[in-house]
């Protein structure tokens, strides 16, 4: 796998637009969710960009042609549970044939270290290419410790898909993982003491699921 250079940002218009949205204190669960799908299924066109595509015969009303498909069934999503599952379905409405897989991780409140409770992969990642999505990359021991588990599989290829990171997460991952490709909305100023991003948007499986 190649080295990477640092996150692409992906900064287009309505991006960035929903992002804002997303972003404010008053914004319900619902509006919450909506958005976050929204994002993702926009997003999902650029870090898809470069996936491997094949050629199929085709007929249309007029006659044979060749047209070029993505195969879906290559292609897997891995969540990081819980809030993960935000970006997840915007992810699978653009692309509905991937296969999916979770990967449960809770950060110590202590010590901000990630332990794994649950993972359930599909089989032959080795064939496969891996889009790990969570909203937010912060400390970054999450992301690289999902990523730790998903490379004993050895997949074709990894990338890391987040709302919100960080320039602590951003080194964190890259330190540990340089050859996973990153893919965020925005960079956002630091850590506060409690491994929170600021300004971020809170606690991102909080606003999706209505908890606290």
Known sequence: MPTTTGPTVIDHPLV???LTLLRRKEASTK?????????????????????????????????TTTGRVIDGKKLVFVSIL?????????MLDVVPGARVGHIGLYRDPATLVAVEYYCKLPGDLDE??????????????????????????????????????????????????????????????????????????????????GTK
């Open 16 to 18: 960035q637009h929903k």
């Open 31 to 63: 509006t919450f969710r909506e958005l976050l799908r929204e994002i993702s299924a926009l997003m999902a066109y650029e870090v898809l960009r470069d996936i491997p595509m094949q050629e199929i015969d085709i007929e249309t009303p007029l006659e």
């Open 82 to 90: 819980r809030a993960g599952d935000g970006i997840l379905e915007g």
């Open 128 to 209: 496969r290419d891996v889009v790990v999505v969570d909203p937010m990359l912060a400390t970054g021991h999450s992301a690289v410790a999902a990523v730790d588990r998903i490379k004993e599989s050895h997949p074709r290829s990894i990338r890391f898909v987040c709302l919100l990171t960080c320039p602590e997460g951003i080194s964190a991952l890259q330190e540990a993982h340089p050859d996973v490709q990153l893919f965020t909305a925005a960079v956002d100023r630091k850590l506060d003491e409690h491994g929170y991003i600021v300004p971020g948007l809170g606690d991102a499986g909080d606003r999706i699921f």
